[in-house]
């Protein structure tokens, strides 16, 4: 809907798209001007499909319902769609590229243990990526489908650690003091720069207690 709020969805956008390369294009559009604007999933999917034919190859859509419509032209097209409120990484698999979430929960929480510590202050409180008011996903269905078949097949060999709920990440390092691990993700951060890549598939390892101990490669598209 054409109304400040999104315009500050747009902006946002705009400005950290900008941040990664300064040439970039971005093209606004907007459903109408009234609460139809929020379910029309035609009109949304309608201009996806005219972004997409002047050179957009990722959309992130504020639109209510009528995202859905954006969505469908990614799949469509061949093209990369962000998901906003929730996560909605599940609604296109594969064309997804991440969804921004109103982490409210973060909001409630912080008010009610302010308001029982006898700490809450009225006024404006502000709630960002620093304080985990906003996040962005990053999942992936077929990634946790395929989680969900390895642990499985290996039920019987899983430690108790191994058969905790499922949290991808990646780890940098570990069995260092916090401050040792803050220090080297400071470090990194600094020089660090988003990148593609493919995985071509998974390495078995066997933990000895201390070393590892490599047992196989198995690539992706094999034995499935």
Request: aromatic share 10%; proline share 4%.
């Amino acid at each position: 809907m054409d109304i400040p709020l999104i315009h500050k969805f747009a902006t946002g956008y705009a400005e950290g798209a900008k941040s990664v390369n300064p040439n970039i294009r971005v093209i606004d559009n907007y459903v109408g001007i009234n609460d139809a604007a929020w379910n029309n999933p035609g009109k949304g999917k309608e201009l996806a499909i005219a972004q997409i034919g002047k050179g957009a190859d990722v959309i992130f859509t504020a639109a209510g319902n009528s995202g859905l419509g954006a969505f469908d032209a990614a799949e469509q097209y061949g093209k990369l769609v962000i998901g906003v409120d929730a996560n909605q990484n599940w609604v296109k698999p594969g064309y997804v590229l991440t969804s921004m979430v109103k982490r409210v929960d973060t909001a409630v929480y912080q008010t009610i243990k302010d308001r029982v510590e006898n700490a809450f202050k009225g006024g404006v409180h502000v709630y960002g990526l620093e304080n985990d008011g906003v996040a962005y996903a990053l999942d992936s269905d077929a990634l946790a489908r395929f989680r969900a078949r390895l642990a499985q097949e290996f039920a019987a060999h899983l430690t108790a650690q191994d058969r905790q709920g499922w949290r991808p990440h990646v780890t940098v390092q570990n069995k260092v003091s916090p401050d040792t691990a803050r220090a080297l993700h400071a470090d990194l951060s600094a020089g660090f720069a988003p990148f593609r890549f493919t995985a071509p598939g998974t390495l078995l390892w066997r933990y000895r207690g201390g070393p590892w101990d490599a047992v196989a490669r198995l690539p992706f598209g094999e034995n499935t």
